[in-house]
């Protein structure tokens, strides 16, 4: 479970967490991801918390994820609330028809 301070995305923690996450050796990748978004607190965007990290990943390059789950990362950032609503709406607007 992640534990995020009253800044609800404090980089430092949510950078840690995947860190921690990273270190599962036998863990797929993708599991890793799926654990941390899962442990992200309700009302934060999983795509917001993203970009928080990629930002902590530049700043702090001593703390570096694994390049595949740094991929993985970077593809959520890309798919904020607001971008899975429209794609979702726009399928139940073609399955209507």
Known sequence: MITVSNSALDAVQLNASLLALDTQVNEPVQMKLLAWVMGLPSGIDPAAAARVVMQQQVAKPEA??????????ETVAQYPRERLMAIMALR??????
């Open 92 to 97: 139940r607007r073609r399955a209507l028809h």
């Open 64 to 73: 570096k994820i694994s390049a595949p789950l740094m991929k993985l990362i």
